[in-house]
């Protein structure tokens, strides 16, 4: 049968190239973004690459209080929801986070609560299914605090216990919860990096989080050497950490 | 694993830096406003300078990689300028389409086809890639999006094929693709001992076939000057299908060699075991298509093989009346020089009217060939050829071409008049400044 695959915040680079691994195998999808013409877009390329179907919505994570129709729309619109992609988030200017409450306040909103938003209907509706995976875009960021990138490691941070207590309480109903976790990403958000090896592409990052959610992983690292990266960034002494200017 | 994409010509020369490159994502983005001037960049195939932009700006078309629509009754396809040739035929070959017209990679952009107006092995029959374009959309500085075919704005339009990214943005473009019965090529290979043979293999009875092209050792002398295998191809009947297995994954030159690994004398046992590895004068078989039509697409990043000094591409093409000759005095520039070339590569083209106003591909017979660059020996060596070609009356293609003088580039393009007219004055090229002589 077609898998039904809702995605939120599907111009994201990584929900894009996620989006082309679905639709090669003739998924029906449902696209939620802010910005509707560009989904509108991508949903027509979906639809040449193989998709049975695709739809789009709107959806902006700076409003609170839509999430649940969202969910609703999509989740009638796509007769129940086998795969729920969340993708959405933005990097915030961590020195104008620092200088200002306000910004720290709206970038967690956009990066932690907004997701808890989708999370809690969507949870609810797939436990009382007995059915579903829970894919959740976190970061290596919420591994650890560090001084370059308080708020949005405290956002993915946040994120990760969330999606942890989720997993726990949905795991007896059959459902998976994915945390997504990767490191640096050639997207546009990281346009104004100066990349090196590290650097992975959208599309490599894509093919790991597609594989992951077929195989009922509950953590992904990916690139794959960036658990071996964050396992040593965690266990760094304090004494030591506050040297460095990570 | 990903790294930081470099912006070099496929050749390696000249070298060049951008001051910034501006990646695109979505084709309903304004151009961006930069303080110099810009030029869309797809996958950086082109082997001279005309996907640089030494000083100015880059706009990175890579990200445009959509589909709009695919009518797979009628084989027509819509797709954003970014998509690469492999990204289409991954699609449609499956359902039995295949590329109207290809290139010798398939690790070319949609966009940069349409502004090199491309050309294959089909050209007799089929012309070139900007031939099969139906309709386009430019994104101008003006922030003007013109919709382009040969009804509406046919001026622009043919500028834009094979306009060299000068004439604006292509942001989406559609063209027809052929059917195809299954993924193989029926083809023939026929060893020829002298030029002459060429020419009457490919002037003869013999333009039956879809495609055609010859393998020259450039390296011959004498009596066997010209000497190489004439290599003739059909897309498979239906009933042909099976036999020959798909290509592997490519293999990879993982590193710069610190010197070219092509010499003369590497070249002249290369050369010499291509031509006799064909026992019997004529050898026929199927291929699957990959191979036939791409065979350097197998090794990935082969342009390293040259070293770091890169290499130079030439490609001339001569009218047919003179080109016996002509041919035949470059041939033998070239094996007096002792620049050996490892691909030599001979054509004749289709008389198909070119579909641009800077299309390369006219009727005659177009020779390719590369050389390891060399400094001043080779750029003397292309120089002399550069004196025969304009003899003759030919032209050397933009694509390829790192170093052709003003004036060898007026006397092949005479409609330039014409098309400075539709360029767009925020757009420039290293290649547009070092052939007109514009600011940057």
Known sequence: ?246 | MGSQPRYQSWGRFPAAAPVGVQPLRFRDQPLPRMPGSVLPVGNGRSYGDSCLNNGGYLLATRGLDRFLAFDPQTGLLRCEAGVLLSAVLSLTVGGGWFLPVTPGTRFITVGGAIANDVHGKNHHVAGTFGHQVTRLELLRSTGERVCCSPAEHPDLFAATIGGLGLTGLITWAEFRLQRIANAYVQVERTRFSHLDGFFDLALGADRAHEYTVAWIDCLATGKQLGRGIYMAGNHAAPTCEGSPKAPGRPVSIPFDPPLSLVARPTLRVFNELFFRKQVRSVQSGLEHYAPFFYPLDGIDQWNRIYGPAGFLQYQSVVPLAVSRDATREMLRCIAQSGQGSFLSVLKVFGDRAPAGLLSFPRPGVTLALDFPFKGRSTLRLCDTLDALVAHAGGAIYPAKDARMSPRMFAAGYPRLDQFRRSLDPAFSSSFWRRVTGAAA
């Not at chain 1, 129940?80 to 200002?100: E, F, K, N, R």
């Not at chain 1, 958000?189 to 592409?201: D, E, G, Q, V």
């Open chain 1, 1 to 246: 049968m077609s898998q039904r695959v809702l995605i939120i915040g599907a111009t994201s680079a990584i929900a894009e190239a996620v989006a082309r691994r679905y639709a090669a195998e003739g998924a029906t999808l449902f696209l939620a973004a802010r910005n509707t013409g560009r989904a509108a877009a991508i949903a027509d390329d979906l639809r040449v690459r193989g998709a049975r179907a695709v739809q789009v919505g709107a959806y902006d994570a700076t409003v609170t209080d839509n999430a649940d129709a969202l969910v609703a729309t999509a989740w009638e619109a796509l007769g129940g929801i086998d795969v729920a992609l969340i993708a959405h988030g933005t990097l915030p200017d961590q020195a104008a986070c620092a200088a200002s409450a306000v910004l720290t306040r709206q970038a967690l909103v956009v990066n932690l609560l907004s997701v808890i938003d989708v999370l809690i209907p969507l949870a609810n509706r797939m436990e009382s299914a007995g059915h579903g995976t829970l894919a959740v875009i976190g970061s290596v960021a919420g591994d650890r605090g560090r001084q370059s990138n308080t708020v949005y490691g405290t956002a993915k941070g946040g994120l990760a216990i969330f999606l942890q207590g989720l997993a726990h309480r949905l795991a007896p109903a059959g459902v998976r919860v994915l945390i997504v976790k990767p490191g640096f990403v050639d997207t546009p958000m990281t346009a104004a990096f100066p990349k090196s090896a590290l650097w992975a592409s959208p599309a490599t990052v894509a093919r790991d989080l597609h594989r992951a959610i077929a195989r009922g992983q509950r953590v992904l690292y990916t690139p794959w050497f960036w658990r071996w990266i964050m396992l040593i960034i965690r266990l760094i002494p304090t004494a030591l950490f506050h040297r460095t200017r990570l």
